[in-house]
């Protein structure tokens, strides 16, 4: 192995745009950046509801390791059934006892690290799942860094930046990654904790930013006006912006030693992170 690892996080695929362009830009992203380990959270995927067992195959194919999502996890029905056969599928893990799925699994990265992904969601402003902070607890007491993974990655999939900066530091040291999804704006607080956990408050989605979270603008435009719905929302289907966030694992510790965003096409400024382009 070499002394780190590389994991590139791509933020809430939305509907066709953002699906297709992650689709088309994995294999590529990950020869050019010598990628180890991939995530993508595929809540939106499905036009912007869910994700269906065909996206899902196909975001693997494309070089997705595993694929997170959040509170849309069941918005398409199918998902339910198809959910119990893939492992590399991950509902949030803080769903009540016996909901279909799993919300964590250790997967092997291309450089032969075992790594824990983490799939939790927040409850402020949000469903009333379970207490999300123990749920990772028992996750890490089951599995620590160093001693059971080489690297943690966690998806707090969450509304509240405040929840999602305890969260980082209630694993500080004993993650090697927190990472926000969600709200589908990017934040610019991408950090290393005190302790050594990588963390950004949200990575941003993955589709077209000439909308309202994704979605063509005339329909969430016309429910704050009037108050009542008059259509569905349907996602916008102009060019996406790729969110993601890149972060470089110590093989020997286990936590963060760069943390950055990439972002790519689209509306939103492009950014690349050096310590990927200068070695
Ligand atoms: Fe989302
Ligand atoms: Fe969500």
Same mark, same amino acid.
């Given at each position: 192995m070499a002394a780190f690892m590389r994991v590139l996080f791509l933020g809430d695929l939305v509907g066709r745009s953002g699906r297709s362009a992650v689709i088309e830009a994995l294999p590529g992203l990950r020869e050019r950046y010598r990628l180890d380990f991939v995530v993508v959270n595929g809540e939106n995927a499905a036009g912007g509801f869910g994700i269906t067992e065909t996206i899902l195959v196909e975001l693997l194919d494309a070089g997705a390791d595993v694929v997170t999502t959040g509170n849309h996890v069941f918005d398409q029905r199918e998902t339910l059934v198809y959910i119990e056969r893939y492992d590399r599928l991950l509902r949030p893990i803080n769903y009540p006892q016996g909901t279909p799925g799993k919300g964590a699994g250790l997967f092997k990265a291309a450089n032969g690290a075992q790594v824990l992904v983490i799939n939790a969601m927040g409850r402020v402003f949000m469903a009333d !799942? $379970? @207490? +999300?902070?123990?749920?990772v607890e028992k996750e890490l007491e089951a599995c620590g860094l160093k001693t059971c993974a080489d690297a943690i990655i966690i998806d707090f999939h969450a509304e509240a930046t405040s929840e999602k900066e305890a969260m980082g530091f209630f694993v500080d040291g004993r993650a090697s990654a927190v990472i926000g999804t969600h709200t589908h704006v990017p934040t610019a607080d991408e950090q290393i904790l005190p302790r050594g956990t990588g963390y950004i408050s949200d990575v941003g989605m993955c589709g077209d930013f000439n909308s309202v979270l994704g979605m $063509?603008? $005339? @329909? +969430? !435009?016309?429910r704050f006006l009037t108050k009542i719905p008059s259509g569905r929302y349907a996602p916008a289907l102009g060019e996406a912006t790729l969110c993601a966030i890149a972060i470089d694992i110590d093989d020997a510790t286990g936590l963060a030693r760069a943390i950055a965003p990439l972002r790519i096409g689209g509306r939103l400024s492009q950014t690349e992170p050096k310590f990927w382009t200068e070695t």
């Open positions: !799942l $379970d @207490e +999300p902070f123990r749920a $063509d603008k $005339d @329909e +969430p !435009l016309n």
